[in-house]
């Protein structure tokens, strides 16, 4: 299975930015003081410079549906572990990042709306995580293990 997902604006983003603008050009055009118009200045360019860049969904490509990115760091030690884990019962694993260590890392995608989590094992090979697993789809009352 492959699965590509691609970073989106989510409505909170949208909201948030759109906030800011809004509140900053309105400072601008109250009659106040100047330092109250440079504020507003400041707050609409802060506004206009998160609505560009701001993205904190991800779409996936087929589908269209919109995920929630969870990143949990494990050491290289558990890469059996992690994978045998993947593949049957995620429940049989403790997910809970232990301090030590950052040479596997595990993406989970959420889809509260569909009830679905994806998830792959990526490999630290210096100066880049590489995959080292398939796609695993679970149901999310099945990956809540994971999630935590």
């Known amino acids: 299975m492959t699965m590509e997902f691609i970073r989106v604006r989510s ?47 991800y779409k996936e490509c087929i589908s269209g549906l ?36 950052n040479g596997l890392m595990l993406e989970i995608y959420v889809c509260k709306s569909e009830k679905t989590v994806f998830a792959r094992l990526l490999e630290y090979i210096p100066y880049n995580y590489e995959q080292c697993s398939e796609w695993f789809s679970y149901r999310l009352n099945i990956a809540t293990p994971l999630l935590k």
């Open 11 to 57: 409505t909170g983003d949208i909201i948030i930015s759109s906030l800011l603008t809004f509140g900053g050009i309105a400072l601008v055009f109250l009659p106040s003081s100047i330092s109250v118009n440079i504020l507003g200045t400041m707050v609409a360019v802060i506004g206009i410079i998160l609505m560009m860049t701001m993205k904190s969904e």
């Open 66 to 101: 919109r995920y929630r990115k969870l990143i949990k760091y494990f050491p290289a030690s558990k890469k059996a572990d992690i994978l045998s884990a993947l593949k049957g019962d995620p429940s049989k694993f403790v997910w809970k990042e232990p301090r030590t260590g």
